[in-house]
């Protein structure tokens, strides 16, 4: 069975970090860009970071460039998010997906296998 | 504000079809492909239709998606009360590097 499974979520102050990690299983990991899409409370989908499978090619959302970081660890078969700075407005469940293909069209947006999400919450 | 713009509301009785629209721009539905997520209240979104008019496997054919210049549409034919969720449009963008965009979501209540 595809599964992803996030953890690291917490609660931390503003300019606090966190790191999520996201353990993939039951597809080969190395093969897929692998994104993260968050979630505030109420609200709606919003693109976080991208990573593609060859190359390391990264793509970030203006909002968390510079202070977000996304890697990955084929050997392991998991997808982190390194989160420095956080401000208020990060709040949010923080899900893992992963695309319908390899590659050609919707190999980095089409996501049809999401983790269960873990909550970031910043506040002091 | 999103980049995609989505009614923020639709609905329906058992049964209709009814269609949700999303407007974008230049860099992103009209040069790229669109996808649509259902999501139910609690859950993780689950892909719908993908670039532009693919189902994934295991999702009925009452859903369907279209896209022309820059918008695109999902279509709910046979509308079940099983279906009274939150609709997302979604597409990458080419401004800033590349980025995925989304609709602000639409929420479907089924009358």
């Known amino acids: 069975e595809v599964q992803l499974l996030e953890s690291g979520g917490g609660l931390v102050q503003p300019g606090g970090s966190l790191r999520l990690s996201c353990a993939a299983s039951g597809f080969t990991f190395s093969s897929y860009a692998m994104s993260w899409v968050r979630q505030a409370p109420g609200k709606g989908l919003g693109w976080v970071s991208t990573?593609?499978?060859?190359?390391?090619?990264?793509y970030y959302a203006d909002s968390v460039k510079g202070r977000f970081t996304i890697s990955r660890d084929n050997a392991k078969n998991t997808l982190y998010l390194q989160m420095n700075s956080l401000r208020a407005e990060d709040t949010a469940i923080y899900y893992c997906?992963?695309?319908?293909?390899?590659?050609?069209?919707?190999?980095?947006?089409?996501?049809?296998?999401w983790g269960q999400g873990t909550m970031v919450t910043v506040s002091s | 504000q999103s980049v995609l713009t989505q009614p923020p509301s639709a609905s329906g009785t058992p049964g209709q079809r009814v269609t949700i629209s999303c407007s974008g721009s230049s860099s992103n539905i009209a040069v790229n492909t669109v996808n649509w997520y259902q999501q139910l209240p609690g859950t993780a979104p689950k892909l719908l239709i993908y670039t532009n008019d693919q189902r994934p496997s295991g999702v009925p054919d009452r859903f369907s998606g279209s896209k022309s210049g820059t918008s695109a549409s999902l279509a709910i034919s046979g509308l079940q009360s099983e279906d009274e969720a939150d609709y997302y449009c979604a597409a990458w963008d080419n401004r800033l590097n590349g980025h995925v965009v989304f609709g602000g979501g639409t929420k479907l209540t089924v009358l």
């Open positions: 990573l593609r499978s060859a190359g390391g090619r990264t």
């Open positions: 997906a992963k695309p319908i293909t390899t590659s050609g069209l919707g190999d980095l947006d089409a996501y049809d296998v």
